[in-house]
């Protein structure tokens, strides 16, 4: 995560050695795993169109070889990281985009609807995310696609 810098927001301040986060009021503390706000953040990335997935390249090979196990389901935190505070969050996205989405809509979208989804699910204030954009999905990418047939010579 990157260092804050004078105009940007504070970091959270870590919670405790468990990596939990204390919501404290006059009736209790609440708790929120780090775990927790990372699966929020991951499904509501997923739900903006146009990205297409979330991790770096290690990440994704890891993610399509456990999808290719039977009962095994999809890593919904992979690519995503929280920093959780007693009070606050700060996530970090790694994410694929497809081709011919505008990037900046896009990030704009997504940071959205992170916060809004992790505000109201968890009551923390999310003080910032942190989009990196690693890279661009192609159509052709797909090995699951057919193969282009043989073309005959361009030039006689």
């Not at 609440?30 to 990440?59: C, M, N, P, W, Y």
């Not at 969050?89 to 790694?94: F, G, P, R, Y």
């Amino acid at each position: 995560m990157s260092t804050p810098s004078a105009s940007s927001p504070a970091r959270p301040t870590p919670g405790p050695a468990t990596g939990d986060a204390a919501l404290v009021t006059s009736n209790g503390n609440t708790r929120i795993a780090e775990a927790v706000v990372s699966k929020i953040a991951g499904l509501a990335t997923r739900e903006v169109h146009g990205v297409h997935d979330l991790g770096g390249g290690a990440a994704r090979a890891f993610g399509a070889i456990r999808e290719r196990i039977p009962g095994a389901s999809t890593n919904a935190s992979q690519g995503i990281s929280v920093e959780v505070g007693e009070k606050q969050a700060a996530v970090d996205i790694n994410l694929v985009v497809e081709y011919g989405v505008a990037i900046a809509d896009l990030a704009k979208a997504v940071r959205r609807n992170v916060i809004s989804a992790l505000e109201r699910m968890t009551g923390l204030q999310v003080v910032e995310v942190n989009i990196s954009v690693d890279d661009v999905y192609l159509p052709s990418d797909d090995d699951d696609q057919p193969a282009r047939p043989e073309s005959s010579a361009r030039v006689a």
